[in-house]
């Protein structure tokens, strides 16, 4: 043969390749970039090896290590998520979390889709006509239409309806791509888009308008989001398309301004008075999620529900470490206080007033990984919120370019060529296969520990490194009372949970 046939066959090849990348739809990447993508699961592939000899190790990579992307890749793949010869970790770094099993584990086997119910009712302690139980302790934190393409809205809740979780809508308002089976939490935040007037002011009529658009199950007023807190935000015209002008209320085409607070509310009292407000109007659990900044305003908003019998069902602690779509370094690096501190200063605040019991503990902030998703829950956390993490199981690779629109993945972009990467269907699967997958991790950590629930693993089976070398307990560690969080009227919570299960 000539040689210009062999590059003549060889052209055939690769043309025939990049034509199947194109049409295929497992893979968003290969779908975006026919050919070239392949070298991203070649480098996967090899990187073990490469890695040996030349850059990072498993565990070097931020937010999320390579050895915690594969492992959310695996399970929303329904792969093989296990690891080989052993860990790679420092056992000995301060702040290392370790799990004391018992020497009689429970016996039977972890169903495979991992029924873990929330052990509260939302809504039940001021007794919302809406009150209920969320079916799963692992739920998808608030992400908006807009920072999140419709592609990967719309998976989120296909994921969201095949599982039985529920899907926080983030503050964007609320779109067709939310309306794909799945339960739904509707936040807003200072925009109110979803409920605002022309004037941008919170409107009450068109809140109602939302939720009877919607499978909307709770309400979530956002204060602030670890990210970010305490600023506000600019949607530049360029990115309010239709679409999105539609889901937020807004005119299309117009520079959209999110303020720093909230108009309707300026106090303790005042920001009580309107979750009431919401809750009445609505007849649905109202809850409020936060960043943790000044203690003052903990005790101080415990002590005043205490007091009137008064105040939001949910809390929904976010860690300063969260994620966002865009937000100033300065913002991400140094204001709010990490999760574990955060959730320690809201929890104690609420255990002085002893209202722990009563309302449900929501978290958030790289918790959507078993080890630290099951230590939460062991200080008092009742739900899990998953937001990257949820990202990783739809494809997301970590790039970090959320904040550009050229996310390659087509997850966090408006880009309608991007997006056409991102297989809804697909990606809907794997969300739920992830969510289920790390519910199955809660209950095998928690059987290995000789107890049902991941909210019965008590302060003899979790244990956090010291400077000092020596292990303390994780409540000792973050300041959190066992005796609040494993007192006989919550073990009886979470068994009555169990049975419902
Ligand atoms: C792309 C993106 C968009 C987000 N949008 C919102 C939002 O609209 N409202 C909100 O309260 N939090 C938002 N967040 C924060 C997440 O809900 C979550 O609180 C935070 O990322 C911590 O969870 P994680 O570590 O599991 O991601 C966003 C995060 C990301 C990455």
Not at 189 to 213: H, I, K, N, P
Not at 401 to 427: E, I
Request: glycine content about 12%; charged content about 20%; proline content about 5%.
């Amino acid at each position: 043969m000539v040689w210009w046939s062999w590059l003549l066959i060889l052209g055939a090849g690769l043309l025939a390749v990049g034509l199947y990348d194109l049409m295929q739809s497992r893979h968003a990447l290969l779908r975006n970039f026919p050919l070239i993508g392949h070298l991203r699961y070649l480098i996967e592939r090899i990187g073990p090896e490469l890695r040996q000899y030349v850059v990072a190790d498993n565990d070097e990579e931020k937010p999320f290590s390579r050895d915690e992307r594969r492992w959310v890749y695996a399970t929303a793949k329904n792969e093989n998520p296990y690891f080989g010869f052993g860990t790679d970790d420092d056992l000995t770094e301060i702040n290392r979390v370790v799990f004391r099993h018992a020497p009689f584990p429970i016996l039977e086997p972890v169903p495979h889709s991992a029924p873990i119910p929330c052990t509260k009712i939302l809504g039940q302690w001021r007794d919302r006509p809406g009150a209920f139980r969320p079916k799963s302790v692992v739920n998808l934190s608030g992400m908006s239409f807009g920072s999140l393409s419709g592609a990967a809205v719309q998976a989120l809740n296909r994921g969201a309806s095949i599982d039985g979780c529920l899907h926080n809508t983030g503050e964007g308002g609320l779109a067709e791509h939310h309306l794909q089976g799945g339960e739904l939490i509707f936040q807003f935040g200072t925009g109110y888009f979803g409920c605002r007037d022309d004037e941008g002011r919170f409107c009450s009529d068109t809140l109602l308008q939302t939720v009877s658009a919607a499978p909307i199950r709770a309400i979530e007023v956002k204060l602030s989001q670890g990210a970010k807190p305490g600023m506000g935000g600019l949607l530049p015209a360029a990115k309010v398309t239709a679409e999105i002008a539609e889901a937020r209320g807004v005119p299309k085409g117009i520079d959209v301004a999110s303020p720093a607070g909230h108009s309707v509310f300026s106090d303790i009292v005042t920001l009580v008075e309107f979750v009431e407000e919401l809750a009445h109007i609505t007849g649905l659990p109202v809850g409020i999620k936060s960043a943790v900044g000044q203690v003052d305003f903990w005790t101080q908003l415990a002590r005043h529900m205490a007091e009137t019998g008064r105040g939001p069902d949910f809390v929904n602690i976010d860690g300063g470490e969260g994620g966002t779509g865009a937000g100033p370094l300065v913002f991400s690096d140094h204001v709010a206080l990490p999760f574990w501190e955060a959730f320690a200063v809201a929890h104690n605040a609420f255990a002085e007033v002893s209202l722990t019991d009563a309302i449900v503990f929501m978290g958030a902030g790289r918790l959507g990984l078993p080890a630290r998703a099951a230590m939460a829950m062991s200080i008092g956390v009742d739900v899990i919120n998953v937001g990257r993490e949820a990202m990783l199981a739809i494809g997301c690779l970590q790039a970090q370019k959320c904040h550009t629109g050229h996310c390659p993945t087509g997850v966090a972009t408006q880009s309608k060529w991007l997006q056409r990467g991102l297989d809804p269907t697909d990606k809907g699967v794997r969300l739920a296969s992830y969510v289920s997958g790390l519910r199955r991790e809660l209950l095998r950590l928690s059987y290995a520990c000789g107890v049902k629930h991941p909210a019965l693993m008590g302060p003899n089976n979790v244990s956090v490194r010291w400077v000092d070398g020596r292990y303390r307990s994780a409540h000792e560690h973050y300041g959190i009372d066992p005796a609040v969080t494993h007192s006989q009227q919550r073990v009886k919570l979470i068994r009555d949970a169990l049975a419902t299960a």
